[in-house]
């Protein structure tokens, strides 16, 4: 098994570019989740998926944009970026919303000029 | 709002003990121990449901006061291995994969 798989690793964009974060995982989890980490700020919680059809805010969900169409697939689209976006992204997964295990993946690297 | 840890870092000698401390403004649900080596992902360490369960893993263990509402993770006979940063992510009842994570605490084991 593949696990939580992100795409792209590094991404560099301009201020104002679009562009979409991939996450697939191949564990038939129910559970979904995006965090961005930056320098002396942990992990946050940007939007989170209980399951297909079904997408929630975090705590930092403002210029982020997500959907799930299927169980598998998490996406994160930033519509505009800024260079406040400039950070490490972990796309990570779970069994169930109820205390379960999160399975990260290995993290994608923006940083917007 | 996040919860805090204490310290936010700590340098060891290889054999030594430490502990890091996990504190809520709110009432736990679950915590959750994650350990993140640099340039890595976070890897889950362990879990507490609320009842003051004492959980192990090697030589690492951790402990969950409800009515403290705080958690501790204690590393016996450390060793080069347990550098890392470790966080703290507390979870609520209804979604407790919905984590909020600590700041972290970052651990060097040295010779």
């Known amino acids: 098994n593949a696990g939580v798989t992100q795409t792209p690793k590094f991404q560099v964009l301009k201020t104002g570019q679009s562009m979409t974060l991939q996450c697939a995982q191949d564990?038939?989890?129910?559970?979904m989740s995006w965090y961005r980490q930056d320098p002396g700020m942990g992990l946050r919680l940007i939007h989170y998926s209980v399951g297909a059809g079904i997408t929630d805010q975090g705590e930092v969900p403002n210029g982020y944009n997500v959907s799930r169409s299927t169980t598998e697939d998490f996406p994160l689209r930033l519509l505009s970026a800024a260079p406040s976006q400039t950070s490490v992204y972990f796309c990570?997964?779970?069994?169930?919303?109820?205390?379960?295990?999160?399975?990260f993946g290995a993290g994608s690297r923006l940083t917007v000029l | 709002q996040q919860p805090v840890q204490s310290p936010q870092a700590v340098i060891l000698r290889e054999g030594e003990d430490a502990v890091i401390n996990c504190s809520s403004s709110?009432?736990?649900?679950?915590v959750h121990w994650y350990r993140q080596k640099h340039g890595e992902a976070p890897v889950f360490l362990m879990i507490l449901l609320k009842g003051g369960e004492q959980k192990g893993h090697d030589k690492i263990s951790a402990s969950f006061n409800e009515k403290k509402q705080q958690s501790s993770l204690y590393l016996t006979a450390s060793q080069l291995s347990y550098s890392g940063t470790y966080f703290c992510?507390?979870?609520?009842?209804?979604?407790?994969?919905?984590?909020?994570f600590g700041t972290g605490t970052r651990l060097q084991v040295t010779l």
């Open positions: 992510g507390t979870g609520t009842p209804g979604t407790a994969s919905k984590l909020t």
């Open positions: 709110k009432a736990l649900y679950s």
């Open positions: 564990m038939n989890h129910e559970y």
């Open positions: 990570a997964s779970s069994q169930g919303a109820r205390a379960n295990v999160l399975t």
